[in-house]
């Protein structure tokens, strides 16, 4: 009997050795394959527009005409008509100008280039030329910094009538950039490629797609002298299949399990899915209940891998009259929060009208939570800090992560300054980083939205 265990039991030591041999090679699994969430800044949307309307400006342009868009009501009228109910007016006003800051600074998180449905098929040689171009342009935003901190393109998908097309402009793009984009020089990126590049395989309704994406990858990695691993996609979820395959079981944990961690996210695509499942046109939304079922399988699907979720867009655009924007901008910044409240932290912008809602509602989201947040942790790290009332809640530690995360994304994004963050919680950001991420390395610097 040890001495560390000064009263006899059943199951001895040779015992507790058979267990650790049976059950190495499932603590290996679970190690590789769910190591938690990274803890890195994830954009609170994407901007999807045609490959041949960008510009090294882009970003810039969509702020200006997004602050133009409210013009008419007001920065602040906007703000009170979408606040959530009960709000206090102080709170709005510092969001406000959390909001007109953002749109002069950072207007645009993650950009798409589109040579997919938004870029439509105009010729082998005409789509040749704009890959090119393309690949030159975002190395062009990248010196001038101008590029959005994420930025990439969704070529088009694996299906037979589009999969050669699909994989030369990815190859000609990528190849370009590496080749040609001059980052390297520019002291961007030591692999030529900016920090930011994220690809998008749109339409995915087989694991074979996304397998021959893990050996283009590989293929390009090889050939442009990058790392291993350094190419990673996100995965359009716009099928049926995805959420139940023709053996009757789900794709997405094959596909994330399968593709040697080169899947970081999957995106949910409301008009194409909700058209495979022959909804009708009129009642196609991120709201409906098909669409809900899906985004709680992928959320399932995903849960403890590190991949990230997004949810999909409205079309409903804030284009029209002023009272036609005032209900769009409502439907879009109602449509934000819910997804938010349901744990999808990305969305897809369509409109530079769309970005003072975006903002809106994801800084109210985190802004409401963050005092009660903030007060759960304080009594949660010290039950008897000075000045702190008696435990009025008993968090676990799993509840504990979860506030911890919330802080932290609210921090990644700009809603909470590092300041508001010890002010409010007594904690610095890199424990709060610990303490929402104990899997993750702690990062040497935080990359917030800047707010």
Request: glycine letters at 10%; hydrophobic letters at 40%; proline letters at 6%.
């Amino acid at each position: 009997m040890s001495a560390d265990y000064p009263h006899a039991g059943v199951l001895g030591a040779a015992f507790q050795q058979r267990a650790a041999q049976r059950l190495g090679g499932t603590d290996e699994l679970l190690e590789r394959t769910y190591p938690g969430d990274p803890g890195t800044r994830q954009p609170v949307h994407t901007v999807y527009l045609p490959a041949d309307t960008f510009t090294a400006d882009t970003a810039r342009q969509w702020g200006i005409r997004a602050a133009e868009s409210v013009a008419g009501i007001g920065v602040r009228a906007l703000g009170e008509r979408v606040a959530p109910e009960g709000v206090a007016p102080e709170l709005i006003d510092q969001m406000v100008r959390a909001v007109e800051h953002k749109l002069t600074t950072e207007p645009i998180e993650d950009l798409r280039l589109d040579f997919e449905d938004g870029f439509g098929d105009r010729g082998d040689a005409e789509e040749d030329e704009w890959a090119v171009r393309a690949a030159r342009t975002v190395a062009e935003a990248v010196r001038a910094g101008t590029a959005p901190p994420f930025i990439g393109i969704r070529f088009k998908c694996f299906e037979a009538p589009t999969r050669d097309r699909g994989l030369r402009t990815l190859d000609l793009f990528l190849t370009t950039l590496v080749r040609e984009g001059g980052l390297q020089e520019a002291g961007m990126s030591e692999d030529g490629l900016p920090h930011g590049l994220i690809l998008t395989l749109p339409k995915v309704s087989a694991l074979e797609q996304v397998e021959v994406m893990v050996e283009a990858c590989e293929q390009l990695e090889n050939a442009l002298g990058l790392p291993a691993g350094r190419l990673r996609f996100e995965v359009q979820m716009e099928t049926a299949p995805m959420i139940l395959g023709p053996d009757g079981t789900c794709l997405i944990p094959s596909m994330l399990h399968r593709t040697s961690g080169r899947v970081e996210a999957l995106h949910y695509g409301t008009y194409d899915y909700s058209d495979s499942l022959q909804i009708a046109a009129a009642y196609q939304s991120m709201e409906h209940p098909a669409a809900d079922h899906a985004k709680a399988v992928m959320q399932v699907a995903v849960a403890g891998t590190g991949v990230r979720l997004s949810d999909g867009s409205t079309n409903i655009l804030p284009a029209g009259d002023e009272q036609q924007k005032l209900g769009a901008w409502r439907l879009h910044a109602r449509l934000v929060r819910r997804s938010l409240e349901r744990g999808y932290y990305q969305g897809w912008d369509l409109h530079p009208a769309q970005l003072p809602t975006r903002f809106f509602a994801t800084y109210f989201f985190y802004r409401e939570g963050f005092a009660a947040a903030a007060h759960r942790l304080r009594v949660y790290r010290s039950r008897s800090v000075p000045g702190i009332e008696a435990a009025d809640v008993a968090d676990e530690p799993a509840t504990a992560r979860a506030l911890a995360r919330f802080v932290h994304r609210g921090v990644l994004c700009g809603a909470i300054s590092e300041q508001e963050l010890q002010e409010g919680a007594d904690i610095g950001t890199q424990e709060l980083f610990a303490l929402a991420h104990p899997k993750a390395a702690v990062p040497a610097a935080s990359t917030t939205g800047g707010n």
